[in-house]
């Protein structure tokens, strides 16, 4: 098991920005994977961000590439997804997620399926 807790959600204006985080307990935190997932009300599950172990691969969902940046600090157990000029169809839960894999999803990890589990969510709305 690896649990997941998301925070840093919550409500913001339109061009705002906000850091969510995402804390992953145990001592292999560095052989994980990690991602950010978000669903906005009424639709699907969509890809955000994900970071390689190290840190030095990611890869973004178009929709915010330029606008979010996904780090990481695995001394801490943590991942971060900062969001800058925020836009309404940003709102949605965000999720975090841990893929265990053996190799790093490269354009693959908009894949649900390569994440082995995932957090609770947390909240943004952003207002226009």
């Known amino acids: 098991q690896v649990p997941l807790v998301e925070s840093g959600g919550g409500l913001v204006q339109a061009g705002g920005s906000l850091r969510l985080s995402c804390a992953a307990s145990?001592?292999?935190?560095?052989?994980?994977?990690m991602g950010w997932f978000r669903q906005a009300p009424g639709k699907e599950r969509e890809f955000v961000a994900a970071?390689?172990?190290?840190?030095?691969?990611?890869h973004y969902s178009d929709s915010v590439k330029d606008r979010f940046t996904i780090t990481r600090d695995n001394a801490k157990g943590m991942v971060y997804l900062q969001m800058n000029n925020l836009k309404p169809e940003d709102t949605a839960d965000y999720y975090c997620?841990?893929?265990?894999?053996?190799?790093?999803?490269?354009?693959?990890?908009?894949?649900?399926?390569?994440?082995?589990?995932w957090g609770q969510g947390t909240q943004v709305t952003v207002s226009s």
């Open positions: 145990g001592r292999t935190f560095g052989s994980y994977a």
């Open positions: 970071i390689s172990r190290s840190g030095l691969s990611t």
């Open positions: 997620a841990a893929d265990l894999g053996p190799i790093w999803c490269g354009i693959y990890c908009y894949r649900e399926a390569e994440y082995d589990y």
